[in-house]
């Protein structure tokens, strides 16, 4: 599978923005997740999304202002951020994985087998 985000860009704090992900195969069996890297700091989990579209996880940060949803038929997957805050301000990664998890391993990295090149938001103050 290979991934591909894009939708980033420069908005102002408070505005929305909508990043997509493309998969070349097909998604319908994996786990699909979002994770940022901004300058200097590790690369953290943001939201997943289980297959079939079952349960979907949001890292405390992000709770309540995005949303993910994903199109299986289309190979892809939507995140929807709103009120976005400078915080928000970095490179967002999709990535998929064999599996949801028992506990929190899909807000781990490694969980993930497959990754896209990543998009770069950019949040004014």
């Known amino acids: 599978v290979q991934l591909q985000a894009s939708g980033g860009g420069l908005v102002q704090a408070g505005d929305s923005l909508r990043l997509s992900c493309t998969a070349s195969?097909?998604?319908?069996?994996?786990?699909l997740g979002w994770f940022r890297q901004a300058p200097e700091k590790e690369r953290e989990f943001v939201a997943a999304?289980?297959?079939?579209?079952?349960?979907?996880d949001f890292a405390d940060s992000v709770k309540g202002r995005f949303t993910l949803s994903r199109d299986d038929a289309k190979n892809t997957m939507t995140l929807q951020m709103n009120s976005l805050r400078p915080e928000d301000t970095a490179v967002y990664y999709c990535?998929?994985?064999?599996?949801w998890g028992r506990g929190l391993e899909r807000r781990r990295t490694d969980w993930y087998d497959y990754w896209g090149q990543g998009t770069q938001v950019t949040v004014s103050s």
């Open positions: 990535a998929a994985a064999g599996g």
């Open positions: 999304i289980s297959r079939s579209v079952v349960i979907r």
């Open positions: 195969g097909r998604t319908f069996s994996y786990t």
